[in-house]
C-alpha cells in the first residue's frame, strides 16, 4: 500500500494492481507505473515532508532488512562503476597519452589552445589530469600562463564526454534515454555557452591573467603536500593492480624543453626481469607500476614496445567499458526496484533542494572524488530514471566545475612557481564568472536547460544521435579549428591562403545550410529523414517478434474457420492436378 493510499483511506486499492496515475484517486504517479514517463515536471505536485520521512523512516522489519540489502548491493555495483571510471580514466591515458603530450605542448593562439584542451581532456578522459598537466607546463614554464588558460577553457568543454558516454547506457529506453542525454548535456551547454562569452573577454582584455596576477605576491612560496581524497584511496589500490598509466611521461613529452618523444621510453627494462617497482623505477613507459605498493600491475609486461602497452590499454579500455555497462544496468536495475511504488511528488520533493545548496554538495563530492567526470557520470543515471530532474542536475554540475579546479590548486601547492598558481586560479575564477552569468538570473538560468532539453529530444528522433554529437562536438570541430589555426600560424602564403579559402568555403556552408534549414524545409526533411531511419531500426528489431505472433494470429485463424493446413492444401492441389490431367488426356483420346 502506497503512502497516498494510507494518507487518503483508499485501503481497498492495491498497490500491486495499480499502475497508472489514471487509476488512482490521488492522481499521482508512483514509479514504476506504465505512464511514468508521461509526466513532466510542472505536474508534480508538491509533498511534505512529513510524507517523505514516513516513505523514508517507516517500514517494517522484513522491509528494513530488504533495504539493508538493496544498500549492500547498490554499494557493490557503485564501487565497480567508479572502478569502471578509474580504469577509463587509465586506458585512455595509456592510449593517448603520447598524442595529448604532443598537442598540449604546442604554442600557438587562443583558438587554437582552446581546442588542444579539448582534444587533450577527450583522450585522457580527465580534465583534472589535463589541468594538473598544464599548470606543472606552466610552473616549469614550458607553456605561458595567458595560454594556459584558453588550454583550461577547452579542459573545462573536454570533461563532459565522459558522462556523455555514460548516458548512452540508456539506448534500450527511449524516454531514460531522453532525460539521461539531457542531464549529461546540460554540463555541455554550460561550458559552450561560458566559452564563447568569456574566452572573446579575455582574449581582449586579459580579464582573468590580469586579476589572478593581482591577486599574488612576486615572490616564490615554498611547496605543499598533493592531497588525494578518500574515494581515490578506496578504488585506486585494485584499479593500480589492473593498470596504472605513466602521466609523468605525458608532462615529459608536452614540455617542449625536454625533447623527448614516446619511443624514447621504449622498450621497458627491468632488473634482472623482476617485475616489481624497485627492479623497474624509471624504464617503463606508458604503463608504471605503483610505488606505495612497489607492485606492477597486471597489464604491464617487461619488455614491452610502444604498440603492447597501446593494445594493453584497449584491452583495458573495452574491459572498462563492460564493467561500466554492466554495473550501469544493475545501479538502475536496483535503484528501479527501491523505489518502486514510490509518488514521485515524494521523490521530487526529497531531491529539489536549493539551488546554490546543489552547488554546495556538488562541488564537495567531486573534491571527494577529486573529477567531475565521475561526478557527474554518477548523477546521469539517476536523471535518466527520473529520480532527479534536470534542474537539480544543472546546479549540481556547475558545483562539480567548482570542485574539480581544487585538484590544480592543489597540483599548484606542489610547485613553488606563482605562474601555477595562478592559472589554477584562472580556471577557479573562470568556472564562478561562468556561474554569475548563467544561473542567477532566471532567464539566463533556463537557456543552457533549453539547449539539453532539445539535445534530448534529438535522441527521440533519431536514438543513436548521441553517437554523432559525440564524435563531431568533441572530435569534429576541434579537429577542424586546430587545423584551421595551423594554416594560419605557418606564416607561409600557400598556407595563409589555403587558410582563408577554407573559412570563406565553411562560412558559406553554415550561412547555407542555416539558410535551407529554416527557409527550404531543411529542418522538415532531415528529422523526416531520421525518423524513417528510426522506424526502419525499431521494425527490424521487432521483426521477429511480430512473425512470432503473425504465425499465432493466422493458426488461430485456421482452427477458427477449419481451413486446412498449407501441407494438405498442396497434397490436395497436386492430387487436383492429376486427376485433371488424367481427364484431359482421355477427352483428347475420345476425341
Not at 460 to 475: C, E, S
Amino acid at each position: 500500500m502506497t503512502d497516498h493510499d494510507e494518507e487518503f483511506g483508499n485501503e481497498h486499492v492495491d498497490s500491486k494492481e495499480v499502475r497508472s496515475r489514471k487509476e488512482r484517486m490521488t492522481g499521482s504517479t508512483h514509479f514504476g507505473d506504465k505512464d511514468f514517463h508521461d509526466e513532466s515536471p510542472e505536474e508534480i505536485g508538491d509533498a511534505t515532508w512529513g510524507e517523505v520521512c514516513r516513505a523514508c523512516c517507516i517500514h517494517t522489519p522484513k522491509e528494513w532488512g530488504m533495504i539493508f540489502i538493496g544498500l549492500c548491493v547498490l554499494c557493490f555495483f557503485l564501487y565497480f562503476f567508479l572502478l569502471g571510471l578509474e580504469l577509463l580514466g587509465s586506458s585512455a591515458k595509456v592510449l593517448g597519452g603520447c598524442s595529448a603530450g604532443t598537442i598540449l605542448g604546442n604554442e600557438t593562439n587562443p583558438i587554437a589552445a582552446l581546442m588542444i584542451g579539448v582534444l587533450a581532456t577527450v583522450l585522457l578522459q580527465s580534465s583534472s589530469t589535463t589541468t594538473s598537466i598544464i599548470v606543472g607546463l606552466v610552473g616549469g614554464g614550458a607553456i605561458a600562463t595567458q595560454q594556459a588558460i584558453y588550454m583550461i577553457m577547452g579542459a573545462n568543454i573536454g570533461t563532459t564526454v565522459t558522462n556523455t558516454i555514460v548516458a548512452m547506457g540508456h539506448l534500450g529506453n527511449g524516454d531514460e534515454l531522453e532525460r539521461a542525454f539531457a542531464g549529461a548535456t546540460v554540463h555541455d551547454a554550460f561550458n559552450y555557452l561560458s566559452v564563447v562569452i568569456l574566452l572573446p573577454l579575455e582574449a581582449a582584455t586579459g580579464m582573468l591573467y590580469k586579476m589572478t596576477k593581482a591577486m599574488l605576491p612576486d615572490e616564490a612560496f615554498e611547496k605543499g603536500d598533493k592531497w588525494v581524497g578518500p574515494i581515490k584511496k578506496v578504488v585506486s589500490p585494485l584499479g593500480n593492480r589492473i593498470i596504472k598509466a605513466n602521466k609523468k611521461i605525458i608532462s615529459a613529452i608536452a614540455d617542449p624543453e625536454t625533447d623527448v618523444t614516446c619511443q624514447d621510453f621504449y622498450p621497458v627494462n627491468c632488473t634482472d626481469g623482476i617485475e616489481d617497482y624497485k627492479h623497474c623505477k624509471g624504464n617503463w613507459g606508458l604503463i608504471e607500476c605503483d610505488k606505495s605498493t612497489g607492485l606492477c600491475p597486471a597489464f604491464f609486461q617487461n619488455g614491452a614496445t610502444q604498440s603492447d602497452d597501446h593494445v594493453s590499454g584497449g584491452v583495458c579500455l573495452f574491459l572498462a567499458l563492460v564493467i561500466l555497462i554492466i554495473c550501469l544496468i544493475g545501479l538502475v536495475t536496483l535503484l528501479q526496484r527501491m523505489l518502486l511504488g514510490t509518488s514521485t511528488r515524494i521523490i521530487y520533493k526529497a531531491t529539489n533542494i536549493n539551488g546554490y545548496l546543489a552547488m554546495l554538495l556538488g562541488c564537495g563530492i567531486t573534491i571527494l572524488v577529486q573529477s567531475s567526470s565521475i561526478t557527474t557520470s554518477t548523477l546521469t543515471p539517476l536523471v535518466g530514471m527520473g529520480v532527479i530532474q534536470i534542474e537539480q542536475m544543472y546546479p549540481l554540475t556547475l558545483g562539480a566545475n567548482i570542485g574539480t579546479t581544487f585538484t590544480a590548486l592543489m597540483a599548484a601547492m606542489v610547485s613553488d612557481k606563482i605562474d601555477a598558481l595562478q592559472t589554477a586560479l584562472a580556471h577557479l575564477f573562470f568556472n564562478i564568472f561562468g556561474i554569475i552569468i548563467w544561473y542567477p538570473i532566471p532567464f539566463m538560468r533556463r537557456i543552457p536547460i533549453a539547449i539539453a532539453r532539445r539535445l534530448g529530444k534529438c535522441t527521440r528522433i533519431w536514438r543513436f544521435f548521441p553517437v554523432v554529437y559525440i564524435i563531431v562536438m568533441f572530435f569534429v570541430l576541434p579537429g577542424i579549428l586546430l587545423g584551421l589555426s595551423a594554416c594560419f600560424e605557418k606564416g607561409t602564403k600557400g598556407f595563409i591562403v589555403l587558410g582563408s579559402f577554407l573559412v570563406i568555403l565553411i562560412v558559406f556552408g553554415i550561412a547555407y545550410t542555416a539558410y535551407w534549414w529554416k527557409w527550404k524545409d531543411g529542418k522538415e526533411k532531415c528529422v523526416s529523414c531520421l525518423k524513417a531511419r528510426q522506424r526502419q531500426q525499431d521494425a527490424k528489431k521487432a521483426l521477429p517478434d511480430d512473425m512470432d505472433y503473425l504465425k499465432a494470429e493466422l493458426a488461430r485463424l485456421k482452427e477458427h474457420t477449419g481451413l486446412p493446413d498449407d501441407e494438405e492444401e498442396v497434397k490436395d492441389v497436386e492430387n487436383g492436378k492429376d486427376v485433371d490431367t488424367s481427364e484431359d488426356d482421355k477427352d483428347e483420346e475420345e476425341a
